[in-house]
C-alpha cells in the first residue's frame, strides 16, 4: 500500500510541477521538512531547512514572474523542459522501496510525462492567451495555473489518492480545453 501512495503522491506532485514548477517541490520540501512524508533515502536534502529556504523564494519568485507581461511566454520556454526534469524529480524523491529500474521507469513516464504534458498545454494555452487577448488574459491564467498547482500539491501531501484522481480529470480537462483553444486560434 505504501508504494500505491508513494506513486499516487508523485503523480499528483508531478501534474503540479506542469502547472508551476517550484509551487510542489517548495510542498514536497515543507511536508519533508516537517516528517509528513519519508523520501527516497539519497533524497532526504530535500528536506533540509536549506533546501526549503530556497525553495519557498523560487516559489515566490516564479509566482510573481508570471504576472509580468511577455515574462510570463519566457517562463513558459524554461518552464516546459524544466517540469519534466522536476516532475522525474519528486517521483523518485517519493517512492517507496522499488528496484531502481521500476523507480527511474515510472518517474519518466508517469513523473516527467506527466509534467510535460501539463506544462506543455499550459504553455500552449498562455500563447493563445496572447494571441486572443494581446496579454491581457494572461494574469487570469496565472492566477488559475498557480492555484491548481497549490492545490494539488496540498491534495498530493494530504490525500494522495484524491490527487491522482485529480491528476486524470485535470488531464482530460486540460486537454479538452486545449483543442478548443487550438480550434479557436486556427
Excluded at 523564494?57 to 516546459?80: G, K, M, Q, R
Excluded at 527511474?104 to 498545454?121: E, K, P, V
Amino acid at each position: 500500500m505504501d508504494t500505491i501512495l508513494s506513486i499516487f503522491l508523485g503523480v499528483g506532485l508531478a501534474a503540479s510541477v506542469g502547472f508551476r514548477v517550484f509551487v510542489p517541490l517548495f510542498a514536497l520540501s515543507l511536508a519533508a521538512h516537517l516528517g509528513h512524508i519519508p523520501l527516497n533515502e539519497s533524497w532526504m536534502w530535500v528536506g533540509s531547512m536549506t533546501a526549503l529556504i530556497v525553495l519557498g523564494v523560487a516559489t515566490v519568485i516564479e509566482i510573481f514572474a508570471y504576472y509580468i507581461p511577455w515574462v510570463d511566454n519566457l517562463l513558459d520556454s524554461v518552464a516546459v523542459p524544466l517540469a519534466a526534469i522536476a516532475g522525474t524529480a519528486v517521483m523518485v524523491a517519493t517512492m517507496a522501496d522499488l528496484d531502481p529500474v521500476i523507480t527511474w521507469s515510472l518517474a519518466i513516464i508517469a513523473g516527467g510525462g506527466t509534467a510535460t504534458a501539463i506544462a506543455s498545454t499550459s504553455a500552449a494555452t498562455r500563447l493563445a492567451s496572447t494571441a486572443t487577448t494581446g496579454g491581457l488574459g494572461n494574469p487570469a491564467v496565472s492566477t488559475v495555473e498557480t492555484a491548481t498547482a497549490g492545490i494539488l500539491s496540498v491534495t498530493s501531501v494530504f490525500i494522495p489518492i484524491l490527487a491522482f484522481i485529480l491528476t486524470v480529470i485535470i488531464i482530460l480537462i486540460v486537454r479538452i480545453f486545449y483543442k478548443k483553444l487550438r480550434h479557436k486560434v486556427t
